[in-house]
């Protein structure tokens, strides 16, 4: 059976307690989806042990619905309403919640986690909160794709590391090449501080070729923008838009009009030639 890494449980764990502060709801819990079901795993406020270690299962409870539906679900009843089944009642109950929420975590079309966060008294869940609790699912799972792209880049890369001894024998081939400034252009861009992030950013151009510092400009008027740099740089190492749009926290439609405006600037004919045209003139490796 597959287990959660200490990584996604920290970032899981992160997100309950950051919807908690940011929404003012006292308990919330999820855990990670498994094709036997959902395993509450990490929680944030709960006084008694009778959520842990439960599995939700996909049509059963508001998590369950939630999962059914791969959509948020809420009732400001949860022990009252009739368009669940009550089969978590005892648990639930246990941690004194009468109002709930629960939000399925989606990466790559598929649902990787379930969020929840309740009420112990009347209170209604509010718009404010709910949408909160949407966000934080998006975010958690924007970094859980960010983590696993991470996870294969570094297993492509170890897979090429060398049996001889010979430093001829040791050279890194345009694909890690690709991957290794593609992650450092990322994660320039995710970092909150500036000096770390223009140290990043320098340490990118010098995996470029001549290993020196990017030109600021490509024949004038063909200048791209850095937007459209890194839409480039993931294409070259055959992403899908869909992907590229959770990595880069953009819609979808945006990630598909950067390259065709990176094909006017370098008078390209399509995206694969675009990339051709990027990797020649020096701004991808």
């Given at each position: 059976?597959?287990?959660?890494?200490?990584?996604?449980?920290a970032l899981l764990d992160r997100t309950l307690n950051t919807l908690a502060?940011?929404?003012?709801?006292?308990v919330a819990f999820g855990g990670f989806a498994r094709s036997t079901g959902t395993n509450l795993t990490c929680f944030a406020g709960t006084r008694t042990g009778s959520l842990r270690g439960l599995v939700v299962k996909p049509g059963e409870g508001l998590g369950g619905l939630a999962l059914s539906r791969r959509q948020l679900a809420a009732t400001d009843s949860y022990h009252e309403t009739p368009e669940i089944i009550h089969s978590y009642?005892?648990?639930?109950?246990?941690?004194?919640?009468?109002?709930?929420?629960?939000?399925?975590?989606?990466?790559?079309d598929q649902v990787r986690a379930l969020i929840y966060a309740g009420l112990r008294n009347r209170r209604q869940l509010t718009d404010g909160m709910l949408s909160a609790a949407a966000a934080e699912a998006r975010r958690l799972a924007w970094e859980l794709s960010v983590h696993e792209e991470t996870q294969r880049r570094m297993a492509v890369l170890s897979a090429y590391e060398p049996q001889a001894a010979h430093p001829s024998e040791m050279a890194l081939s345009q694909e890690d090449f690709n991957a290794?400034?593609?992650?450092?252009r990322?994660?320039?861009?995710?970092?909150?501080?500036?000096?770390l992030a223009a140290?990043?950013?320098?340490?990118?151009?010098?995996l470029r070729p001549g290993q020196g510092p990017a030109p600021q400009a490509i024949d004038g008027p063909s200048n791209l923008s850095p937007s459209e740099l890194d839409v480039l740089c993931h294409?070259?190492?055959?992403?899908r838009n869909a992907l590229i749009a959770t990595h880069l926290g953009l819609a979808e439609s945006t990630v598909k009009s950067y390259p065709a405006s990176a094909v006017r600037k370098l008078g390209a004919t399509n995206r694969f030639d675009v990339v051709l045209r990027a990797r020649s003139r020096g701004p991808i490796p």
């Amino acid at each position: 059976m597959t287990t959660d890494s200490s990584h996604e449980i920290a970032l899981l764990d992160r997100t309950l307690n950051t919807l908690a502060a940011r929404t003012g709801l006292p308990v919330a819990f999820g855990g990670f989806a498994r094709s036997t079901g959902t395993n509450l795993t990490c929680f944030a406020g709960t006084r008694t042990g009778s959520l842990r270690g439960l599995v939700v299962k996909p049509g059963e409870g508001l998590g369950g619905l939630a999962l059914s539906r791969r959509q948020l679900a809420a009732t400001d009843s949860y022990h009252e309403t009739p368009e669940i089944i009550h089969s978590y009642d005892r648990e639930t109950g246990g941690e004194g919640i009468l109002a709930l929420l629960a939000v399925p975590v989606v990466v790559d079309d598929q649902v990787r986690a379930l969020i929840y966060a309740g009420l112990r008294n009347r209170r209604q869940l509010t718009d404010g909160m709910l949408s909160a609790a949407a966000a934080e699912a998006r975010r958690l799972a924007w970094e859980l794709s960010v983590h696993e792209e991470t996870q294969r880049r570094m297993a492509v890369l170890s897979a090429y590391e060398p049996q001889a001894a010979h430093p001829s024998e040791m050279a890194l081939s345009q694909e890690d090449f690709n991957a290794l400034y593609t992650e450092l252009r990322d994660i320039a861009r995710m970092v909150q501080d500036p000096e770390l992030a223009a140290r990043l950013s320098t340490a990118s151009t010098m995996l470029r070729p001549g290993q020196g510092p990017a030109p600021q400009a490509i024949d004038g008027p063909s200048n791209l923008s850095p937007s459209e740099l890194d839409v480039l740089c993931h294409l070259a190492l055959g992403k899908r838009n869909a992907l590229i749009a959770t990595h880069l926290g953009l819609a979808e439609s945006t990630v598909k009009s950067y390259p065709a405006s990176a094909v006017r600037k370098l008078g390209a004919t399509n995206r694969f030639d675009v990339v051709l045209r990027a990797r020649s003139r020096g701004p991808i490796p």
